[in-house]
């Protein structure tokens, strides 16, 4: 099994900054590819960006040009950093672990991110 725990979220205001961290544990050597996804409010979740274990990456059109991921295999991380946010960003984000691309090895418990107007 694998563990993933997120932090970094919180509130910050239009046009600011946040980097999200996840944290993977167990079996981890297993692992495919690790991204970020997010729901709002009476949204479905959706993809944000995701890393492959040979460092491809993909991001959601939304979220180009102003979300970087990128991980760090020896702390077994991925970050997601997020420029020039926006109130429309606003959502509960997830990290997500695959063992292959159809199937999930873990979620993460979320972590909010709120962006002001």
């Known amino acids: 099994q694998v563990q993933l725990v997120e932090s970094g979220g919180g509130l910050v205001q239009d046009g600011g900054s946040l980097r999200l961290s996840c944290a993977a544990s167990?079996?981890?050597?297993?692992?495919?590819?690790m991204g970020w996804y997010r729901q709002a409010p009476g949204k479905q979740r959706e993809l944000v960006a995701t890393?492959?274990?040979?460092?491809?990456?993909n991001y959601a059109d939304s979220v180009k040009g102003r979300f970087t991921i990128s991980r760090d295999n020896a702390k077994n991380t991925v970050y997601l950093l997020m420029n020039s946010l926006k109130p429309e960003d606003t959502a509960v984000y997830y990290c997500?672990?695959?063992?292959?691309?159809?199937?999930?090895?873990?979620w993460g418990q979320g972590t909010q991110v709120t962006v002001s107007s």
């Open positions: 890393i492959t274990n040979s460092g491809s990456t």
């Open positions: 167990g079996n981890i050597f297993s692992i495919y590819a």
């Open positions: 997500n672990a695959r063992y292959s691309l159809a199937v999930v090895a873990s």
